[in-house]
């Protein structure tokens, strides 16, 4: 597969019913233009998103949920998109939460080979309803299951032509996890630049993680922010 790819090529790979690792806190490390694309096109809908949330109205992933083309979402924190809350109460769209460390740990897990691990976190609330629960030393703690995905959209501010990555400070959040845990990887990347040109201890994601690398499209960033190219 051609390493370096245009978005309109690249979310081409997703497919009907897919599991989708989408990188992001709030809206910061949101590969935006591969969304936005994702958006405009009909063979891939009935996704199960894995992401800490949804973005925010019509922003991020919560356009992705106005377009229809979400059935689940899996993640942390959804109530900074009321889209999200009301689709939920409306029976459009399933969720399953995890606790934020629980859910890096998941997508850790899933990333390096290991099928789940134990932890005390959410043991005794609703979270744990129907789970594994087990007495370890006197404390109890609650099977989680490793997450993994069909495939990963994940941003990162640079890559080389061969795709290794390198991110710009908090937007690093979760993109190198799940560039670890998904069969497919494309990142959306601010600048391309030749091979060798990033410090081998600079590189945060090695490239054989990635399977594609699209520059963004639609977005810039100005004064700390992404905003539409242009503007």
Known sequence: MEKLQTISK???????GD??????????GT???LIDALAEQDKARNLTVISNNLGEPGRGLGKLLLSGHLKKAIGSYFT????????????????????????????????????GFYTPTGVGTKLAEGKEIRDIDGTKYLFVKGLTADVALIKAHQADTLGNLTYAKTARNFNPLMATAAELVIAEVDEIVPTGSIPPEAVVTPHVYVDVVVESERYEKKGGHYVAKGS
Do not use: H, K, W
């Not at 690249?10 to 009907?16: G, K, M, T, Y």
């Not at 599991?19 to 910061?28: A, E, I, K, S």
């Not at 109460?89 to 740990?105: C, V």
């Open 10 to 16: 690249a979310v081409q790979l997703l497919s009907d």
């Open 80 to 115: 900074t998109n009321v889209d999200a809350v009301e689709a939920y109460n409306r029976g459009e769209l399933d969720i399953e939460l995890f606790p934020q460390g629980t859910l890096a740990e998941a997508i850790r897990a899933g990333g390096a080979g290991i099928g």
């Open 31 to 33: 590969p935006f233009s």
């Open 19 to 28: 599991t989708v690792m989408v990188g992001g806190f709030g809206l910061c």
